[in-house]
């Protein structure tokens, strides 16, 4: 079943609760999109604008905070690049002043300041790379200028290569990730990470770092593709979308233009319009850009199709209440009529039997023909109407009564005779 607003707006407080705020952009960039194309939507004005104030309202909240931690995150980085720059500048003191007697009292300062830079966090984006290269740079300068014991070189170099052949092997696992997103993600803390680790020996470091560059240009291509693939299917949607409207505003336009229309006819183009809206919920998301437009022109074609519709059979339902109000009328008439003639009927068979025995033969033929008459007007009032119903029932006991008149008239001719 579709989700009401008042579901997603659930999720979002839900959502909200998370520890991480800028973890949930996606999540509440999804929320805002179901919101506002959500069918589900509340017939009753002042509910459907209390949902919207309330997720507004939940939204504000979401980047007053996300701002604040966001605020608070861009002071952290520039805080730790001036403490990264403060260990950049020394690392370059280290180095230019590097001296035999020195050596090992560097090379232990050196670790420190190695140590203390893994420590610390993230810096702007605009200064990652720079810096990290300032990094490398002086790490290898040191250990390529300075003179040290070739054994303890020997040995960093070797715990260097250890830990990247692993972020190699982790970068060639991550191929397998059938979760190109994650995988992608995980190859950028990858990158981080060996970064941050110190130089191998000279004659190893191309071969190790075109091997790591290798795995993660699979992934990158990987990563690529799927967006490509992405990209494309949204496309597609675009263009599945935008048929339907098309084809819903070839039902529309002759109806607008006011060609004529039975109560048939509204009803297969209504299953036909539902099958095209069975179809639109089948079909995934647009290119973001054109989402919340393009289901605006789909929910105002529906709309326009059931108005039209709904205004159709208003019509239609007072007419008919119309010509059933006329039908009652006439039948109410007819019986008044019959009514009348009954009466009359009455009057006459008094009368004959007023004037004697010579007569009766004659009220005989009267009553025969009355009865004969009365049982073919019964066909005419048959009906579904109550009033209908009663005439009918009337006529069927008037003709019992007048052939129980008959009777008696055919026994006093009978003793007569």
Known sequence: ???????????????????????????????????YSCEEVSEIAEEASREEEEFKALL???????????????KEQEDNLA??????????????????????????????????????GAVPVTHTQEIRKAYQQYQEQFYDLVKIN????????????????????????????ENIVEASRMLQQLHDEWAEIGPVARELREQ????FKAASTVINKKHQAYFDELHRKEQENLARKQAIIDQL?????????????????????????????????????????????????????CDRFFATKKEFFLELRERRKLREQRHKEYLERQAAREQEREERRKQRAERLMATGGNNLHKLRERLQQEIKTAENNILFFTGKSKTANKIVNDML???????????????????ED
């Open 1 to 35: 079943m579709a989700s009401t607003r008042q579901n997603i707006i659930d999720e979002l407080k839900q959502l909200l609760e998370a520890d991480e705020i800028t973890a949930i952009k996606d999540q509440v960039e999804h929320l805002k999109t179901r919101f």
């Open 60 to 74: 504000s909240d979401y980047k007053a905070r996300r701002a604040e931690v966001t605020a608070a995150q861009n």
């Open 83 to 120: 403490r990264k720059q403060a260990i950049l500048d020394e690392m370059k003191a280290l180095v230019e002043g590097a001296t035999a007697d020195g050596v090992m009292a560097n090379l232990q300062r050196m670790r420190e300041l190695q140590a203390e830079w893994k420590k610390i």
């Open 150 to 177: 070739i054994e303890l070189r020997d040995l960093d170099f070797k715990k260097n290569l250890e830990l990247k052949t692993l972020l190699c092997e982790a970068a060639e696992k991550l191929q397998s990730n």
């Open 208 to 211: 190790l770092w075109e091997r």
């Open 249 to 301: 505003k070839a039902i529309n336009e002759p109806i607008i233009n006011g060609e004529p229309m039975n109560a048939k006819q509204w009803e297969e183009l209504t299953l036909k319009v539902q099958s095209l809206q069975n179809e639109w919920r089948t079909i995934g998301f647009a290119p973001k850009k054109h989402n919340q437009s393009i289901y605006e022109t789909y929910r105002a074609e």
């Open 397 to 415: 006991k008037k003709i019992e009564e007048l052939k129980a008149r008959l009777a008696e008239v055919e026994q006093q001719l009978e003793n």
